[in-house]
């Protein structure tokens, strides 16, 4: 599913326009964001899941063409992990 076919489906069922249920995709995903950005940055959406900040640590890995070692950065990431209700439905 695109971004564009998403805002339509949220147009449709709460009955306004494509802007405006543009405008609230762009809201959630922009304080999405800003939240985890933050040091302990997580967003819970009660029965659909949580999106959350974790650091991966830097580590030893492989190039595969050629199978020399490499070494891979400490960086943050973000994991989701689905809800019951969200669980249950899949």
């Keep these: 599913m695109t971004k564009a076919e998403l805002v339509a489906m949220m ?3 709460a009955k ?15 304080n999405v964001t800003k939240t ?3 040091k302990d940055g997580k967003v819970t ?6 999106f959350a900040k974790i650091r991966r640590k ?11 070692p490499i070494k891979i950065k400490a960086r943050n990431v973000v994991k989701f992990r689905p ?3 969200l669980k249950d439905a899949i």
């Design 11 to 13: 147009a449709k069922d």
């Design 16 to 30: 306004i326009s494509k802007v405006a249920a543009s405008t609230a995709l762009d809201s959630f995903m922009t």
């Design 36 to 38: 985890l950005k933050k």
């Design 45 to 50: 959406l009660v029965g659909f899941g949580t």
């Design 58 to 68: 830097a580590r030893k890995g492989r190039n595969p063409q050629t199978g020399d």
């Design 83 to 85: 809800g019951k209700k």
